[in-house]
């Protein structure tokens, strides 16, 4: 049995490098997508296109190009992992939790107890809450090999 | 031509009946929805289920009954709009910009300049960015009226 | 608000008048909707389009017509409630639980805590377990009305 | 031409093999797939994501880890079987059936006659009733290679 | 409880106002559609759209016509009836059941015993297989009133 | 039998009166739809959003809010007419006639011959071609009435 | 460019191996699909499963075993070819080309002049109508190999 | 990580291989896919089904079986770049962006800056507009390998 798996979310600690490594210790056959991982070159993802004048177009050509990659991946995938972090806002992982509810694409989600309130809705909709990358190895171990 | 237009996000400000007044006064044909805007029903809207011992379960019985509105009335809507304000996390409010995309239904937001980089993903997927409340209106006014 | 409820599963014993009471006593604009819940006559659905010699394609002849009924009146349904007695197999209401489950529709259930196990993989898609009717009541009244 | 059938229901004897060892003889292209099998491991899916304090929330949380499997791998299938022994409740055989059925995948059921008038909903919604898995793999045969 | 019943096929006898009369004889709530019944009006349907040559493009331009009325009073429909009397192609009812099946429409078909097995896969697709019109005015009585 | 009719395209000359003045003539139960038909209303749809430094976001704005309106509408429509005059681009109009063929939703074209050629996508996918106005009514008199 | 063709309808002339055979002499890389072709063994695809009393259920059985191979190789394909024979019902072809066009799946029809005005709804949803196999292989060169 | 990329439109410039070309130098795994682009080839699609009478009906044979093709390959996309030229209608590539449009897939358009403003409705439904083919390259690069 193989799966796919999209790892959205946080992008500044190395937790989808975790959950492959364990993934590939446990043997499981899955392969991991992502979005651009890269800070900057995300941002600067429709710069190529022409320079835009404000701050709030340039945002939005380079969402719209990242939007090809993003949508395409999730809609290919069995299972979506959404890692929300400490800091920053992450709308985006919060966006792609509500894009696989309302696509009946199953997702689980990986953060702190901290911040479980405000992640109440979004972790409503999720087959599972992992606060660690081995909780989420372990849940694809069990998924896949049980 | 009516609409129903379902006013997602943000419950700290009086945003929803500025736009509510201003749909009025433009003489629009428009049934409002929104989620349960008080704070704390909405957080014990699952107490009545039976008591749970941690907070992480608290949230899940609550939001799941919450879902039961919000997905409801999001689905039967024409036009979702999105308000985030200047704090709080408000990630259920880009889930449910995340919900209208897969949907296809379609939304605007309502949020300040100053947060516009967080959320290009969530802008790039809307039909419109509105700053103030009287644009919302004016959208409204327009794709209704005009 | 209004909504559509549809009443689905055992047919013994007065939950679906308990719960139309209440939603009246709390002035709920709701319309409820059910299966024919009469034993006998739905045994005999089938009956009048000719006898069959065996007691599965009597059932069959029913079954197919009595669908016609049931899974008109879930998919036109904003939440369906799902009762389970203390006996007999109730297949078909776990059915109905797994049809609302592929269509997106939300469901709660109703049944006694003895139950709980059995009915696990039917409570993980539901929006809420209830025990009593007036627990499901409860839900509508919140849902409608908060 | 070949085939994804999926091997939903009872756990306690070995149909499953029966099938699969009936489907080889006829050398048949098929690949089987089924939810986790080992009745304990499916209880405790969920256990590595935390102690939960009551039965409800346990198998809850178990639940919902299974569903990432068993979803995934129905929405892959050409065909489900379904199978009901004559003790359990086995709604969770009955909720893939009404599963099935709102997706428009086909399936087959797998019981003695004796279950016939309970299951009348189940049979109804059905291409096939099998009383043996002799029958079963008659059935996959006439499809794949008549 | 209100249903639209969408009357498919033979046109050269009174079938669709048995029905009806039965309908309202049983003070049934429904809505009753039809195709354009009048043979000669039906085949010149696109006559005003400008001549044709032959005979295969006079019947295409009339067929599409005919298929804006046709496909969305069946897409409205609760539920089909199609009838197929003991003469003529009536392929058209035919492509209407499986347009049906395929939609998730749920269909009864009305006809004499005499062509049960030509119509074997239609019947299959069916809810109920009616011999006479009082079969189907009793399914309908049966289905919105028991 | 009543009718939603959404007309799209050209915005040049009172087409969209002439066929409602003969729907009228003809007492046709229609709601008529239609995109904003004022040029210079709709090319600033999007301006009181704020100003643009190019034409292209402008454009966009004004576009991506008008969107709103027309999908909508579309979405809601029994039938598109979709009209093409003798000069103009009108991409948009192709653009409709292709999002109705997508989502299944019927349309006619009205044009004059000497742009048949260049139109045989677009016509290919229409249930009629009409040249004039009349015909178009006399299409929506014969799928409403007949 | 590789394409899944499956060949609906008439069983009684080879039809289906001329196409192949002139697919393969024109070498396309084109995956064919059928039902079973078997006159009396497709009339007996239930019998396995149990005598039944009437002409009606055997029927039926026998049926919905063959729908589960045939509706699942309509949905897997990319074209379907319909067939009907001057002789025979066919109403299971006319039921496959409705199928097809509520599932959006492309289809063309195999027929004589003779039967064009019977045909002519059947016809109106096709992408094409030919008259002898030559004319299908053909059309499957243009659209594989121009 | 492969695409799967129609290229739709404009048929007198030699951008399709352009664009291949910078892809295979960016050593990126896409499949291209595309229409049929010889001009004459593709108006006479469809005269081996026969003479037509008039323009029209060539036409509409012809492009119906052009749309076996392009519907197909559309649907099969992970993205569809839809280049229009300076002259000629191109309402089909139009269409194509649409049909995109509706059926959720993303498309970017490629054009020159003289047609921004009647492309408007079509680039608002784009992920992003590219006035080279180095800007398509490049955005595919990014998309498939960042």
Redesign the interface.
Known sequence: ?S?TVYLSGEIHTDWREEIKRGAEAAGLDITF?AP?T?HA??DA??D???E??????R??????????????LIEKS??VVIR?GDQ?????????????????T?Y?TLHA?G?????????????????TTD?VV??LR???K?
């Open positions: 049995m799966f997508t651009v890269d070159a995300s993802a429709g190529h296109l022409g835009t004048e404000s701050g709030f177009w945002d939005h050509q380079s969402a719209k190009v990242n939007a090809i990659r993003t949508r395409t069995d299972l929300f920053y806002k992450q709308w985006n992982a919060a966006f792609d939790a509500g894009y696989c509810a309302a696509l009946g199953p689980v107890e911040i479980v309130h405000p992640l109440k809705e979004v972790d409503a909709g999720a087959q599972a809450w992992c606060r909780q372990e849940t069990y998924v896949l049980a």
